[in-house]
């Protein structure tokens, strides 16, 4: 097996420093959510918004994304998202269910 | 810093560990082959059933016995599930992608070896677990290919419905695994493992085709999976994703608030990919074949690689073409036309840069390239009728009628498997050493292409009559009675084209032990594959790896001594 | 999963990766792509089905809602402890390597021990797959719940097991034994602790098929994916947590 490569200088301390924003963004959201700071759509949307940038955290640094060269980077993150933003198209169905009052 | 792990090692000994669980991605391409060629005739057999049940309704037949509506309901859905998965799937991705893909690249195997043979045992499990359906009680699921909830989802809608039912999806959940493990196996391995030289726009087109179609799988297999995952917990656990409030024969079942819609959404957003994993590696050889036999470069490859891209990435956003008659919001459905309108530039693309490459050439008509040509007529001939499918208005007479059995069984089913064999006879050597028999081959073409188009065109025409899809016993219907003549027509050909594939195993077989033995380079080819021996080494290239120094359809090149240049000839003339 | 990798210098007689990484980390980030939209299909599911049934009951207590936190943190920290475990690998440190991943499998068991509780809490309640105590229009709120957080705890045991055999190796395999004894016979019959103790078992006989079959000594390339695997689970949680349970607060109580 080949030596592993550790051209790329990281310190401990960041990865203290992203577990720390983690915690604090995770706090963040409960808090939001117990006292019920926004109406249920609001609430999702800035739940969903707390959760992509505590993804981007984990992905960048924890899985080591950051280090990585770009094509990587962005061939995959661009496949995941572009499919996962398909699915919204479910949604309109969803919606209908409901306005139509179909049980 | 890039790391590859290398495969050179001596080949196993022993018949165990050479041929059955295998880690040579060379055997375990000819097992995927082999299983899908027992795949390809069960769902065969299944599908001269359903002829003879639609013109002799109450005929009983040898061995079969009587076949009753639910067990034509029951032949097709097998005949659906086996082709597409096991067949179409399988086949030209999985057994000619193992086989060639590696060698075409110049790797000495594929990237994870181990998980390569667990990919085609896993597959080996669903296949016996599918079949396993038709044997359990109240027999085979009757829901169609498609499974659509709830006749899927609730375990008291019909005779097969019950542990029937779940063996399919059982089956076709262990299929995704199996699938997904073959996908990321492909895509590493072109990433990582191409030789020196073998730059991306270097590959053959085939091994394009291979790399876009695992990245298909990849994506589409997983949602399957959940998909799959959900429907087992709503026929077992009582859970109810898919079921609305339903009464079954005057019984009110217990779900409540599913959605059908959400199994369509789910089960189409793997199954539209699907359609293009299937065609896709046809598409590959028959670029690869056109290019070789009618010795010219393949025109337009860059065209050609982006066409395949942009199918790829079109194919995923137009799910919902099946789904206009569903109930789906109507905005999605003018989007879905739309994107699937546009699918048809990419596949023009691809058509026209075929047949650029056919102009003016001197085109050597042997087999494999009737099948190629084959492909393309197919291609076309299926591809036309898309467009009328794809938009709403036109879809609502025509939805689940013959006209799209015959649209999706030519440009999915029939071209897909013209890529097969095309494939087969022209890899055919170079896998076992000899030649297939030229004439036996002609015989075959000429009958399976005719064949095709007299079963397939006609139901275009039925369809337009309103002849429905999955309807057994319509031989009393007072406005279809017209139609049957047309019907039996069909049935005799599909009797006659079934019959023309003996030829084909008779074929196969015979050449495989009595064939004349063939050149490492039968047919001036330019790609790797041709560099080594026949059949080749354990790790391919006796090794060594090859340096590549040309793009892959080097033909007639001004300059050069012979009409061809080897890819991994350093002294010939550079075109590009 | 690569075999045989026998040490050579061919590295040099190919193209560069077009991602630029070793194979088996490429392999693992893919499988992690497929992944999630497996996972993703099933939150898309869930959230179809909330979208289209309104009155979706919101039960979750205080108490439901901090072990939920506590879980949170358990996998974040159990994320920092690989990550340390990654890098204490490539410095060649074996014995940190081991201590750091054993630090991680247990924030894991911690993980996978108050979720278990959480669900025979929830299951005493009267939650099954078909019904819920909460909403008798809603069924869906069981199965949903049941199905996500079922397929990410089954992950989480998964990735424990894969990080036990890269740390521990053949050594693994009594320990794994010895909890899968303890679970199934420590535990009521009615307890969910119970019924899943079979998938250590399940996971055991498949850690020694694979560590029997082909055995090796797993390097940092190993520790590495193993990581990206763990992280994987945890980013999946990221995206549970709060669409299982923080969107179905209950204020009042």
């Known amino acids: 097996m080949h030596t592993v490569d550790t051209h790329h200088d990281e310190g401990k301390g960041q990865y203290f420093w992203v577990w720390g924003a983690l915690l604090v963004l995770t706090a963040a959201e409960v808090g939001l959510a117990y006292n019920q700071v926004f109406q249920p759509v609001q609430m999702l949307e800035a739940l969903m918004i707390l959760s992509v940038i505590k993804s981007a955290l984990i992905i960048g640094w924890f899985m080591h994304l950051k280090y990585e060269i770009a094509a990587m980077k962005w061939v995959m993150m661009t496949a995941v998202t572009i499919c996962l933003c398909l699915m919204c198209v479910f949604f309109a169905d969803a919606f209908r269910i409901v306005h139509l009052g179909v049980k | 810093m890039v790391a590859q792990d290398a495969h050179a090692h001596a080949g196993p000994q022993g018949f165990i560990r050479k041929y059955v669980f295998s880690l040579d991605h060379k055997v375990i391409g000819l097992q995927y082959y082999f299983l899908a060629l027992a795949a390809v005739f069960v769902g065969m057999f299944l599908s001269l059933l359903m002829r003879i049940h639609m013109i002799w309704p109450t005929a009983i037949l040898p061995l079969v016995g009587e076949i009753r509506p639910e067990t034509y309901l029951q032949l097709l859905t097998m005949h659906g599930t086996i082709m597409v998965f096991f067949v ?241 919001s109507p905005y999605s459905a003018f989007a879905f036309s739309i994107m699937t309108m546009a699918i048809g530039v990419p596949s023009a693309i691809k058509t026209f840069n075929w047949l650029g490459t056919l102009y003016k050439a001197k085109i050597r008509f042997q087999t494999p390239m009737l099948y190629a040509i084959g492909f393309v007529s197919l291609f076309v001939s299926g591809g036309l009728s898309g467009p009328f499918l794809a938009q709403p208005v036109l879809d609502i007479p025509l939805h689940d009628t013959a006209f799209v059995v015959g649209h999706f069984h030519l440009i999915m089913g029939v071209a897909a498997i013209f890529g097969m064999f095309a494939g087969t006879y022209y890899w055919f050597p170079k896998m076992f050493g000899r030649m297939m028999n030229e004439s036996l081959g002609r015989i075959h073409f000429v009958f399976t292409l005719i064949g095709t188009y007299c079963i397939f065109m006609p139901m275009h025409y039925l369809g337009m009559a309103g002849q429905p899809r999955r309807y057994s016993q319509f031989t009393e219907v007072a406005y279809l009675q017209h139609l049957m003549p047309l019907n039996r027509f069909i049935t005799y050909a599909a009797f006659v084209t079934i019959a023309a594939q003996v030829i084909f195993v008779i074929n196969l077989f015979w050449s495989m032990f009595k064939g004349p033995k063939a050149s490492d380079n039968p047919w001036e080819s330019t790609t790797l594959e041709w560099t080594t021996a026949t059949p080749p080494p354990h790790d391919n290239f006796a090794g060594h790896t090859p340096v590549v120094y040309h793009g892959p359809y080097e033909y007639s090149v001004p300059g050069a001594a012979k009409d061809y240049v080897m890819q991994t000839d350093p002294a010939g003339v550079t075109a590009h | 999963m690569s075999d045989m990798a026998v040490p050579h210098g061919m590295a040099g007689e190919f193209e560069p990766s077009l991602f630029g990484a070793y194979s088996k980390k490429i392999g693992m980030w893919l499988f992690l792509l497929s992944d999630t939209l497996t996972f993703g299909a099933l939150l898309f599911a869930y959230s179809y089905g909330r979208i289209s049934n309104p009155d979706w009951p919101t039960p979750f207590h205080k108490e439901s809602i901090i072990n939920a936190t506590i879980m949170t943190g358990c996998l974040l920290s159990s994320s920092l402890t690989m990550v340390l475990g990654v890098l204490a690998a490539r410095r060649g440190d074996r014995s940190w390597t081991r201590n750091w991943i054993l630090f991680t499998m247990f924030f894991g068991v911690a993980f996978i021990v108050l979720h278990g509780m959480e669900w025979t809490k929830l299951i005493a309640e009267g939650m099954t797959p078909s019904k819920n105590p909460w909403s008798s229009t809603v069924q869906q709120f069981g199965g949903t719940f049941f199905t996500l957080t079922g397929m990410h705890m089954m992950h989480v045991t998964i990735g424990v097991i894969y990080l036990g055999v890269v740390a521990l190796r053949k050594k693994f395999l009594p320990i794994l034994l010895i909890c899968w004894l303890a679970a199934w016979l420590g535990t009521p019959a009615d307890s969910v602790f119970h019924v899943g103790a079979h998938v250590i078992l399940i996971g055991a006989i498949v850690a020694a098929m694979i560590m029997f079959l082909k055995p090796k000594d797993y390097d940092a390339h190993d520790v590495e994916i193993a990581g990206l695997y763990w992280h994987f689970v945890d980013l999946v949680w990221m995206f549970i947590f709060p669409l299982v349970y923080l969107m179905s607060t209950r204020i009042t109580g």
Not at chain 2, 98 to 112: C, E, K, V
Not at chain 2, 129 to 137: D, E, I, N, P
Not at chain 2, 148 to 175: K, V
């Open chain 2, 88 to 328: 179409l799937t399988t086949a030209p991705q999985s057994g000619f992608g193992n086989y060639f893909l590696p060698i075409q690249i110049g790797a000495p195997d594929m990237a994870f070896p181990v998980l390569n043979m667990l990919s085609f045992w896993t597959t080996f499990v669903a296949f016996v677990v599918m079949l396993a359906a038709f044997f359990a009680v109240g027999g085979a699921p009757l829901h169609g290919w498609t499974g659509y909830a709830p006749l899927s989802a609730l375990t008291n809608s019909g005779p097969g419905e019950q542990l029937g039912a779940d063996l399919w999806i059982t089956s076709i959940a262990i299929f995704c695994i199996a699938s997904l493990m073959g996908a990321l196996n492909f895509i590493t391995t072109v990433l990582d493992l191409r030789a020196k030289g073998m730059t991306m726009m270097r590959m053959p087109l085939t091994c394009w085709a291979w790399l876009i179609t695992a990245i298909l799988g990849l994506l589409a297999f997983g949602v399957l999976l959940s998909a799959g995952i959900l429907l087992l917990l709503d026929r077992n656990l009582g859970t109810s994703f898919y079921v609305p409030l339903v009464v079954v024969n005057g019984q009110v079942m217990g779900h409540k608030g599913g959605s059908p819609l959400l199994w369509q959404h789910l089960f189409w957003f793997f199954g539209h990919p699907e359609v293009y994993i299937a065609i896709l590696p046809g598409m590959g050889v028959a670029s690869q074949l056109l290019s070789t036999f009618a010795r010219k470069p393949i025109f337009g490859y860059k065209a050609m690689v982006y066409a395949i891209m942009a199918i790829g990435i079109l194919g995923f956003v137009v799910w919902g073409h099946h789904m206009f008659m569903s109930g789906m």
